[in-house]
């Protein structure tokens, strides 16, 4: 199997992805790093994919509900998926990221690639010429557990006790998913123990990211603060409009960020009709911050 060429973002924020079998632990996770990631005041984007557009589809539910699906293709429903993906993608989490939003998804493209393996498509090329419009996450979670512990988990629901699960395909998944975290930079994540333990090993993770990529809108919002006394700041507020920084303003905002960030921007980044929130300014800082933008997994 390639690689996914997944696009690196050009975003401020940050897209953690979770993947794994259905019961594997990823709602578990997504809520436990949502509250960790709140609590340092990361303004937060909770999505996942494929979207109900797709989930709600008479293809969607006959395949996934049913065991008989003879009448269906699933490369069909697998590009609708896709195709789902692409737009919830470009027009959802993108712009979040570029809005400085830390992102994280339940389910990313990877899960396309392993539903469409697993299910014998292995020769389909479409897949990854797709995934290079695909921003690339930051840190992609691949929560590894055996197939018995998961459908466990599933059964467990009240509601999901009596649901059809096609076990084989569970077989093949779990390896697709192991096979796809490896190739694209992802991080395979042992989610068969409590739940503590599995969310250390994801915080360890998030701590190391966040490490390497200083989060620099608290000290770009002061610095704004003391350069327009007196009007309070949040990243909506525009630097003529609302805080009255005028060009002079602006040179010294200018001055202090880079001598702040220890950097000399490029004239090309201070296009002031780019410059016009603190949100943007915060951007220009976060571009800078320690060459933080890196993006980590190697997709
Ligand atoms: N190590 C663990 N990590 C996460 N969840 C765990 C763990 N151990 C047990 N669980 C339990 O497993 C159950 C299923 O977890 P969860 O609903 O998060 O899975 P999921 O991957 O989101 O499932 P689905 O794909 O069906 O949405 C939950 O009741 C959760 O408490
Ligand atoms: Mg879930």
């Not at 790093?33 to 979207?51: D, F, I, V």
């Not at 697709?176 to 994540?189: A, D, F, M, P």
């Amino acid at each position: 199997m390639e690689a996914l060429n997944l696009k690196v973002h050009d975003g401020t924020g940050l897209l953690i992805t979770f993947c794994g079998l259905d019961g594997c632990g990823k709602s578990t996770m997504i809520e436990k790093t949502a509250a960790y990631l709140e609590k340092k005041g990361h303004s937060l984007l909770l999505t996942r994919q494929p979207t109900d557009f797709v989930r709600r589809s008479d293809i969607f539910r006959t395949y996934m509900d049913l065991e008989d699906h003879d009448n269906y293709e699933y490369r069909s429903l697998s590009l609708l998926a896709a195709s789902d993906r692409v737009q919830h993608s470009c027009h959802v989490i993108l712009p979040a990221l570029r809005e400085g939003k830390t992102v994280i998804s339940d389910r990313y493209f990877y899960s396309c690639l392993a539903n469409l393996r697993a299910r014998g498509y292995r020769e389909d090329r479409w897949i990854y010429e797709i995934a290079e419009t695909i921003p690339k996450p930051d840190l992609a979670f691949f929560l590894d557990v055996p197939v018995k512990t998961a459908v466990a988990r599933v059964r467990s629901r009240a509601a999901e006790k009596d649901r059809y699960i096609d076990m084989a395909l569970q077989y093949e998944l779990r390896k697709e998913y192991r096979e796809i975290c490896g190739r694209s930079g992802g991080i395979l994540i042992n989610a068969e123990g409590p739940w503590e333990q599995t969310f250390a090993a994801v915080r360890e993770k998030i701590d190391e990211l966040l490490a390497r990529r200083p989060d620099m809108s608290g000290q770009v919002l002061a610095l704004l603060g003391e350069l327009a006394a007196g009007s309070s700041v949040c990243r909506e507020s525009r630097l003529s409009e609302d805080l009255g920084l005028d060009s002079f303003g602006r040179v010294s905002l200018i001055l202090a960020l880079e001598e702040l960030l220890d950097a000399e921007f490029e004239e090309s980044d201070l296009d002031p009709f780019q410059l016009v929130t603190a949100g943007d300014v915060v951007r220009l800082a976060q571009k800078y911050a320690g060459g933080a933008y890196e993006n980590t997994a190697a997709v």
